[in-house]
């Protein structure tokens, strides 16, 4: 499916594609940019294949499932956010630190780690379960620590520096805005590389409700704009603009940024 414009936008194959309803379809464009993806119905497995010419693809498969909360799916903008850390230099990973934030399903640090990083994927209690399986599932269980963070509490004291922060689809509950800029600050004493990819969500009037937790976050969707408002007294940010796709995923209202803190 094409815009009206005649320009080629995202797909998503993925069996939630309900909840990225605002995402059209175009299976050219949407390979290239969100991987490969497939679906198992009967494991409710998910299998993505990034790919980058000249180098091996890098396949993950992932344990998908609503229930714990959205972020037991997968999200187009982690999916953005893998793809982009495939298309990079394999030694950018190589060997480094990575903390993510707000993991879900554990995809991009999945990715990361498969890259050559030692890797901490995070989030809140309900995601650890679908986090480990996800981990043993890959094979990554020496590289790929799983732990509890909930921005804004402190930062587990044996959690390394990470020399590398990724976050995707973070920015979506107004609630949790300061205290993600208040995790953003406390890791960034010794500056890592921040990488942000996040859709911009604005109120949808009458959206309809509903109770799938999948869809929840719909419901709370809030205007990114309040977030960055507060970033924005802590960090600057650009835009990465060294993604050959991103002009295709800024269309659907997707931007990568890179961090940088304030003096
Ligand atoms: C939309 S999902 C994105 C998941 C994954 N990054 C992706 O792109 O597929 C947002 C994630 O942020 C996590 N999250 C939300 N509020 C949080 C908080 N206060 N502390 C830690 N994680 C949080 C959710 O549990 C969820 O996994």
Redesign the pocket.
């Known amino acids: 499916m094409h815009h009206a414009s005649g320009e080629t936008a995202l797909i998503t194959q993925s069996p939630f594609s309900s909840v990225m309803g605002d995402i059209p379809r175009d299976p050219q464009a949407g390979e290239h940019i969100l991987g490969q993806s497939e679906y198992s119905g009967q494991e409710k497995t998910m299998r993505l294949t990034f790919t980058k010419s000249s180098e091996d693809p890098v396949t993950v498969i992932l344990s998908v499932d609503a229930s ?12 953005i ?1 893998s793809n982009y850390l495939v298309q990079r230099d394999r030694s950018f990973l190589q060997d480094k630190t990575v903390l ?6 554990g ?2 640090g999945i990715v990361a780690a498969m890259l050559g990083a030692r890797v901490w994927v ?3 209690a ?2 650890l379960d679908i986090m480990r399986q996800n981990v043993l599932r890959n094979n990554l269980t020496s590289s790929c620590t799983v732990a509890e ?5 402190p930062i587990p004291a044996d959690m390394p520096v990470p020399d590398v922060v990724l ?4 920015v ?2 107004e609630p ?1 805005f300061p ?2 800029v208040q ?1 953003l600050c406390d890791i960034y004493d010794k500056k890592p590389e921040v990488l942000f ?1 996040y859709k911009k969500r604005r109120k949808v009037p009458g959206f309809p409700y509903s109770q799938s937790p999948g869809l929840r ?1 719909m419901r709370c969707a809030q205007a990114d704009k309040r977030f960055f408002a507060l970033l924005k007294k802590k960090f600057t940010w650009e835009q990465v603009m060294d993604d050959p796709n991103r002009e295709i995923y800024n269309r659907d209202s997707i931007t990568l940024v890179r961090l940088h803190r304030l003096k």
């Open positions: 714990p909360g959205c972020g037991g799916i997968v999200w187009p903008a982690g999916q956010l993510e934030l707000g993991s879900g399903t995809l991009v995070t989030d809140q309900p995601l963070l909930n921005w804004g509490e976050a995707a689809d973070c979506y509950f949790a205290l993600l995790t990819c976050i």
